[in-house]
């Protein structure tokens, strides 16, 4: 779902639409039905006006930094007030009354107890009880408002969980870095859906964008046992499936690879259960390291795994023989590479149309099915170029028509965006989405979020598991519902 509260974007282009008094609908495009976006631009217009502009509460409440300085032990209210200004960096004042006035209310609420001395002074005793424990978990838990305000409050929830026993601050960042991929989904979605028909939304889409990924953490970590309540997805049992989705095309059950022996094995993967249905693209993210390439390669059939089970086309790869395998890559299998890898001396036709005549399909037949692909992506009138004369987006087409072309049911793709400037990155994943929209599973690797937004699902891989992923992007009427606020 969207934002709750817009940015500064999207209010002058609601204003600008308001202004030049235009329709909430879509009519400037003939046959085209309302989009969900002008539908609620009235009521994004309302809410900005009426909230965001006076939006003026605090981002971190007290009554949950008290309650993590409680979870380390007894304290008093004095000394609450020091440690919270010492913790902060001393420069967040708090007033001694605001420490106990939260302190009381804390008491009321079941979530702190006072002890029995009956002294009301300076010296009278708090701790934190179990539903005080329950409820500083859960805030830590919850995505960050988005609001942009002048306190960082991811910033504050991970100061607080570094002194909160038993807590992992991998997943209180994990958390807020799922929240946001599922926001870049949404908007993506609008984008591909929209934006094509509206340069104003088209700039409104991408600012958002930008502005989400600048906020993304750059780590992953464990998910949080106790995650925000409707957000993410379980790391067992069945995993989510978009809408429509057909029979799966890749299935990873507790699939594990192992590398070297004694002192110097090296775990790149650990039972990791995966499942991708035709038309779907799920992006894998992690930190360097993680098992993001191995899990390709064993996807591809270029590796056994250690253990596990891995199909392909509902094949089973344990047992099968090398010729086997080499026929399921060629016929059913498609890979995109960071670095293109076309050959030099073929030109871009020559380069798409190889696989299917290594696999004998008859050389018109195959030329032909090359071509057909490259006119699908655009590179009609660069079929008879070899790679060195086409650019880095070209060429990373040519890779894509290759992966696709014939009746390629899989495709693989590590880093497919990494040698390509902003503007083709973005068209390569439009592309690779497009394939997934004609049939095709797709498992695209990347480092990169807003990249990443262009699929239908995000795994996030450390140290060889999947310790997160999203949940299946909402339809348009997500529009309408308020996004989760810390906190509440």
């Given at each position: 779902m969207l934002p709750t509260y817009p940015s500064q974007l999207i209010k002058i282009y609601i204003d600008s639409c308001l202004s030049m008094r235009a329709e909430v609908t879509s009519a400037s495009v003939p046959g085209r039905a309302p989009s969900a976006i002008r539908l609620v631009a009235r009521l994004y217009y309302t809410q900005y006006h009426s909230s965001h502009d006076n939006w003026s509460c605090d981002v971190v409440s007290v009554r949950h930094a008290l309650l993590a300085l409680l979870s380390e032990g007894p304290k008093y209210g004095l000394q609450l007030r020091e440690e919270f200004e010492a913790r902060t960096g001393e420069v967040w004042p708090l007033n001694v009354g605001q420490v106990y006035t939260?302190?009381?209310?804390?008491?009321?609420?079941?979530?702190?107890?006072?002890?029995?001395?009956?002294?009301?002074?300076?010296?009278?005793?708090?701790?934190?009880?179990?539903?005080?424990?329950?409820?500083?978990?859960?805030?830590?838990?919850?995505?960050?408002?988005?609001?942009?305000?002048?306190?960082?409050?991811?910033?504050?929830?991970?100061?607080?969980?570094?002194?909160?026993?038993?807590?992992?601050?991998?997943?209180?960042?994990?958390?807020?870095?799922?929240?946001?991929?599922?926001?870049?989904?949404?908007?993506?979605?609008?984008?591909?859906?929209?934006?094509?028909?509206?340069?104003?939304?088209?700039?409104?889409?991408?600012?958002?964008?930008?502005?989400?990924?600048?906020?993304?953490?750059?780590?992953?970590?464990?998910?949080?046992?106790?995650?925000?309540?409707?957000?993410?997805?379980?790391?067992?049992?069945?995993?989510?499936?978009?809408?429509?989705?057909?029979?799966?095309?890749?299935?990873?059950?507790?699939?594990?690879?192992?590398?070297?022996?004694?002192?110097?094995?090296?775990?790149?993967?650990?039972?990791?259960?995966l499942s991708v249905a035709e038309g779907v693209m799920v992006a894998v993210m992690g930190p360097s390291g993680s098992g993001k390439s191995t899990l390709l390669t064993i996807a591809g059939s270029l590796e056994e795994p250690t253990s596990g089970q891995v199909r392909v086309g509902g094949m089973e790869l344990a047992g099968m023989s090398r010729n086997a395998r080499a026929r399921l890559r060629r016929r059913t299998v498609g890979y995109v590479f960071q670095d293109f890898n076309l050959l030099p001396g073929l030109t871009a036709a020559e380069n798409v149309a190889l696989p299917l005549e290594l696999d004998g399909v008859p050389a018109r037949k195959a030329r032909a099915a090359g071509l057909a692909a490259l006119d699908g992506l655009g590179l009609a009138g660069r079929a008879a170029r070899f790679p060195d004369e086409l650019s880095g987006g070209e060429r990373q087409r040519v890779a894509i028509a290759r992966a696709v072309v014939g009746e390629r049911r899989l495709l693989l793709a590590d880093e497919p965006s990494g040698a390509l400037d902003s503007v083709n990155a973005e068209e390569v994943m439009r592309l690779l989405h497009g394939a997934c929209k004609r049939g095709v599973a797709a498992v695209v690797v990347t480092h990169d979020a807003q990249l990443a937004?262009?699929?239908?699902?995000?795994?996030?891989?450390?140290?060889?598991?999947?310790?997160?992923?999203?949940?299946?992007?909402?339809?348009?009427?997500?529009?309408?519902?308020?996004?989760?606020?810390?906190?509440q």
């Amino acid at each position: 779902m969207l934002p709750t509260y817009p940015s500064q974007l999207i209010k002058i282009y609601i204003d600008s639409c308001l202004s030049m008094r235009a329709e909430v609908t879509s009519a400037s495009v003939p046959g085209r039905a309302p989009s969900a976006i002008r539908l609620v631009a009235r009521l994004y217009y309302t809410q900005y006006h009426s909230s965001h502009d006076n939006w003026s509460c605090d981002v971190v409440s007290v009554r949950h930094a008290l309650l993590a300085l409680l979870s380390e032990g007894p304290k008093y209210g004095l000394q609450l007030r020091e440690e919270f200004e010492a913790r902060t960096g001393e420069v967040w004042p708090l007033n001694v009354g605001q420490v106990y006035t939260t302190l009381q209310r804390l008491e009321r609420d079941g979530l702190a107890e006072s002890d029995d001395s009956g002294d009301d002074g300076p010296q009278k005793g708090f701790r934190i009880t179990d539903d005080g424990a329950a409820e500083l978990a859960r805030w830590l838990r919850t995505p960050p408002d988005l609001a942009s305000p002048p306190r960082d409050e991811l910033v504050m929830k991970v100061l607080v969980a570094v002194r909160v026993p038993g807590t992992d601050v991998h997943s209180v960042i994990q958390v807020h870095r799922r929240y946001l991929v599922e926001l870049m989904q949404q908007w993506t979605r609008i984008k591909d859906d929209e934006a094509e028909f509206d340069l104003g939304l088209a700039l409104v889409v991408d600012a958002e964008l930008f502005r989400l990924e600048s906020g993304a953490p750059a780590g992953c970590g464990p998910v949080a046992a106790a995650a925000a309540p409707g957000r993410g997805a379980a790391m067992s049992g069945p995993e989510p499936a978009r809408g429509g989705a057909g029979s799966s095309v890749l299935e990873l059950r507790g699939v594990s690879k192992t590398y070297g022996q004694g002192a110097a094995q090296v775990r790149a993967l650990s039972g990791v259960d995966l499942s991708v249905a035709e038309g779907v693209m799920v992006a894998v993210m992690g930190p360097s390291g993680s098992g993001k390439s191995t899990l390709l390669t064993i996807a591809g059939s270029l590796e056994e795994p250690t253990s596990g089970q891995v199909r392909v086309g509902g094949m089973e790869l344990a047992g099968m023989s090398r010729n086997a395998r080499a026929r399921l890559r060629r016929r059913t299998v498609g890979y995109v590479f960071q670095d293109f890898n076309l050959l030099p001396g073929l030109t871009a036709a020559e380069n798409v149309a190889l696989p299917l005549e290594l696999d004998g399909v008859p050389a018109r037949k195959a030329r032909a099915a090359g071509l057909a692909a490259l006119d699908g992506l655009g590179l009609a009138g660069r079929a008879a170029r070899f790679p060195d004369e086409l650019s880095g987006g070209e060429r990373q087409r040519v890779a894509i028509a290759r992966a696709v072309v014939g009746e390629r049911r899989l495709l693989l793709a590590d880093e497919p965006s990494g040698a390509l400037d902003s503007v083709n990155a973005e068209e390569v994943m439009r592309l690779l989405h497009g394939a997934c929209k004609r049939g095709v599973a797709a498992v695209v690797v990347t480092h990169d979020a807003q990249l990443a937004s262009w699929a239908d699902r995000v795994v996030f891989l450390r140290d060889g598991r999947i310790v997160d992923q999203t949940a299946p992007p909402l339809g348009p009427e997500s529009l309408l519902q308020p996004a989760p606020r810390s906190g509440q």
